[in-house]
């Protein structure tokens, strides 16, 4: 199944519980989300491929408020609260020959220190996988997805897409790429997964508050787990186990990190809450990853080889 973006399938700047299903698929079934991304003030001048949808969706009105375009959602047949939505991350693919970054005064990192809004369009190329900057550096691509989520529920009403949650969200997290699964707690029935906010690439805390942000396409395997005890987001690369911290002080969102890395590596190395924390100090990775969505982020990575 192919979800294409469009005013009829792109809901900008929230999510909601009682936003109407685009598409419903089985679990375990694979569907490939066309996204878009920006408003009105990045288009590129000429030479550059401008995604029509993304023009209707400009011309069927912007927001007032700041927030990313989401294609979705998605719902997942049988899926209620409690249960988990494992999200497989199995391709991700540019769908423009460009992105941009900006910075935005009073927002950012450093909110006092660039008064002057700054923007840049970015070549992208993908036969080579480069982005090509101004000053004529070459940027190595890993496009990812930083707003992977679910419908949060029903009683929060219509929450910004800006702050990442336990619902998912704006997560932001580069370790996001293809060949990743995302797990998700679902908590309005049918999960209603929604992405979009493509990176082509960025640095972990993307403290100017943008990456690389254009347009992607993924395909992703949605299955409803009831046999996982999630109730925030976490993620499992080849490699690692990911859990995640999002709060606005970072020390709280590396505490909320830590603390599930503690359990996930108890349960899963048949250890004892000390020594999981014990071995979360001697092989677990802290990263900061972003510190500009309000919401601060924070993950730590632990090697699955180690378990």
């Keep these: 199944m192919i979800v294409n973006a469009g005013p009829k399938t792109c809901h900008w700047g929230f999510f909601t519980a009682d936003l109407p299903p685009v598409a419903t698929v089985a679990s375990g079934d694979e569907v490939t989300i066309n996204t878009v991304s920006g408003g009105p003030n990045v288009l590129p001048g000429a030479g550059f491929d401008v995604p029509p949808e993304l023009l209707e969706i400009h011309a069927a009105g912007v927001p007032t408020v700041p927030g990313h375009i989401l294609t979705g959602p998605v719902a997942v047949e049988g899926a209620m609260p409690g249960d988990v939505l494992q999200v497989d991350i199995l391709d991700v693919q540019l769908r423009q020959n460009w992105g941009y970054t900006f910075i935005r005064p009073l927002s950012g990192t450093l909110p006092q220190d660039f008064p002057q809004y700054h923007h840049m369009t970015v070549p992208l190329d993908a036969a080579r996988s480069e982005a090509t ?175």
């Design 133 to 307: 900057l101004p000053w004529g550096l070459k940027l190595p691509l890993a496009p990812f997805f930083g707003v992977m989520g679910v419908a949060p529920p029903a009683d929060w009403g219509r929450i910004s897409t800006i702050e990442p949650r336990a619902h998912g969200g704006n997560l932001d997290n580069k370790e996001l790429v293809a060949g990743t699964t995302l797990y998700l707690p679902v908590m309005a029935e049918g999960a209603l997964f929604s992405c979009g906010d493509g990176h082509g690439a960025q640095g972990d805390g993307e403290v100017c508050v943008t990456a690389i942000e254009t347009a992607l396409q993924g395909r992703f395997r949605l299955t409803i787990r009831r046999d996982m005890d999630v109730t925030y987001p976490e993620a499992e690369t080849p490699t690692h186990l990911i859990t995640m911290g999002m709060h606005a002080d970072l020390d709280r969102c590396v505490e909320i990190a830590l603390r599930r890395m503690i359990t996930l590596v108890a349960a899963r190395a048949g250890i004892s809450r000390e020594e999981a924390y014990m071995l979360c100090s001697l092989a677990g990775d802290l990263r900061i990853t972003q510190t500009v969505n309000r919401e601060k982020g924070v993950h730590m990575m632990m090697a699955k080889a180690l378990l």
